[in-house]
């Protein structure tokens, strides 16, 4: 059967990524998480003072950037790949909340946004693959097959991603869990290089009502039309 590429774009904690990786799984494709990309650049960035809460070097970040290098890797009895950052596997570690209240700053820098954007088009160059993120639809792949946009509302999506962060082990509070996300959310609409937008062609599908299966019933029958040539 034909493969086709597909970008699930969309705000914090709207189900892209539950809904990517079934989606993958399903049609055999392979999923690539994009926003763990920027994570794991952040956390190379707190690693190394180039941000913290007084400072941002970007100059620093700009220069460091060579000295990144990331991967992903799936090994048969993990759920979904695991990210690498220089040989070391962070995908645990750039969940918690202290990278997300860093990462929508230094996702702002055209820099960053180059090298990601440049490895992510690399991924999917033989289609077959399903990537979610913020800018999939509009400028990593814009002749995707199928884009979807899913949104949410804020306090449903605070209170998705705060069970999630509980279920951790992470200690946090509901309200800095939705401040974080009002937060990016304003980040990613309003920076200047690749905001987050609804694409004119992408299909959007408020969750907030919907369960994880019920969304994954919509947006695999638009995925098996899309690929059958009904859509
Ligand atoms: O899973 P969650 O919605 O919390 O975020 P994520 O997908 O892990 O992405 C984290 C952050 O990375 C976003 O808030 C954006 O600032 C940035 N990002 C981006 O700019 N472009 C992408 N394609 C993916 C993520
Ligand atoms: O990738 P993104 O940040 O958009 O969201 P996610 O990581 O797939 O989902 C965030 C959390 O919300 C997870 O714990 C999902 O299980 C949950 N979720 C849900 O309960 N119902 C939905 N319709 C979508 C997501």
Redesign the pocket.
Known sequence: MHKITIAID???????????KQLADYLGYVYVDS?AMYRAVTLYAMQNDIISKNNFNIEKLKESLPSINLRFEKKSDWKKAHIFLNGKDVENEIRNLEVSEFVSPIATIHEVRLKLVAQQQQMGLEKGVVM?GRDIGTVVFPKAELKIF?N?SANE?AQ??Y??LLGRGEVVEFKNVLKNIEERDHIDTTREDSPLIKAADAIEID?SE???E??FHVVLQLAKDRIAGRI
């Open positions: 969309g705000y914090s904690s709207t189900g892209k990524s539950t809904v990517a926003g979610d899913m949410a999506r998705r991603r069970q999630e969750n919907m369960n994880l019920d969304q």
